[in-house]
C-alpha cells in the first residue's frame, strides 16, 4: 500500500500569510496526487487535482506542484475562512490513501 | 445539482454490524465516469479509504479491512449500502460518502473525490 507523508502536521500562521505544505509518497504516483480541506461540521472540498489542477470554484490563491513522491499545496495570502485541515490523497493504485492532514491555525 | 446523503445507526454496539446508506442525486451510478467511495475520520484523527463501487459493480477495499466490508450499489434507487461487521469502539468515525470522479481512462486511472456527503457519526459503545 503507499503511505502518504505530510508535514508539518499543524502549523501557524496569520492572514495574509503564505504558507506551503508538503506530501511525500512511499513510492512513485506519477502525478496522481489530490489536496482537500475539511472544516468541522462541513463535508470535505476538493481543492487540487492531479497535483496542480484547480478544481472548479477554488480560488486561484490555493496552488499545487508536483510529481512523483513530492508534492506541494501552497495557500498564498490566507484568508480567515482559510483556517482548515488540509489532506493529500493518492490515486494512483487501490487502495486509495491519505495523509495524516496538516492543521492550519490562526496565530 | 450534486448531492450526497449518508443515513444509518448513530450508535452500535460491539460486534454488530454497520449498514451505511448513501443516497445521491444530480449524477447517475451507471456514469461510466463516477463511482462512490466511503471514507471515514475517527475523531482528531485523519481520513481513511475503506471501499469503493463503480458503474459496472467492480468493488475496491482497504487492505485492513477488507474481510469486514462489503459495498453495493441499486443504480434505479441511487443508492449505495456500505456493510462493515464486527464493530469496535476504534470504528467510532464521522462516515463520509463521496463521488469518486474518474478523470483519466477507465475505473483503475486518476480519480478524485469531487462530492461529499456531509457525514454521519457512527459511535461504537456497548
Known amino acids: 500500500d503507499i503511505q502518504l507523508t505530510q508535514s508539518p502536521s499543524s502549523l501557524s500562521a496569520s492572514v495574509g500569510d503564505s504558507v506551503t505544505i508538503t506530501c511525500r509518497a512511499s513510492q512513485s504516483i506519477s502525478n496522481y496526487l489530490n489536496w482537500y480541506q475539511l472544516k468541522p461540521g462541513k463535508a470535505p472540498n476538493l481543492l487540487i487535482y492531479a497535483a496542480s489542477s484547480l478544481h472548479g470554484g477554488v480560488p486561484s490563491r490555493f496552488s499545487g506542484s508536483g510529481s512523483g513522491t513530492d508534492f506541494t499545496l501552497t495557500i498564498s495570502s490566507l484568508r480567515p475562512e482559510d483556517f482548515a485541515t488540509y489532506f493529500c490523497q493518492q490515486s494512483f493504485t487501490s487502495p486509495l490513501s491519505f495523509g495524516q492532514g496538516t492543521k492550519v491555525e490562526i496565530k | 445539482q450534486v448531492t450526497l446523503k449518508e443515513s444509518g445507526p448513530v450508535l452500535v454496539k460491539p460486534t454488530e454490524t454497520l449498514t451505511l446508506t448513501c443516497t445521491v442525486s444530480g449524477f447517475s451510478l451507471s456514469n461510466s465516469k463516477m463511482g462512490v467511495s466511503w471514507i471515514r475520520q475517527p475523531p482528531g484523527k485523519a481520513l481513511e479509504w475503506l471501499a469503493r463501487?463503480?458503474?459496472?459493480?467492480?468493488?475496491s477495499y482497504s487492505t485492513y479491512l477488507k474481510t469486514r466490508l462489503t459495498i453495493s450499489k441499486d443504480t434505479s434507487k441511487s443508492q449505495v449500502v456500505l456493510t462493515m461487521t464486527d464493530m469496535d469502539p476504534l470504528d467510532t468515525a464521522t462516515y463520509y460518502c463521496?463521488?469518486?470522479?474518474?478523470?483519466?481512462?477507465?475505473?483503475?486511472?486518476?480519480?478524485?473525490?469531487?462530492?461529499w456527503g456531509q457525514g454521519t457519526l457512527v459511535t461504537v459503545s456497548s
Open positions: 463501487v463503480f458503474s459496472n459493480d467492480e468493488e
Open positions: 463521496a463521488r469518486t470522479y474518474n478523470y483519466g481512462v477507465g475505473n483503475h486511472g486518476p480519480s478524485n473525490f469531487d462530492y
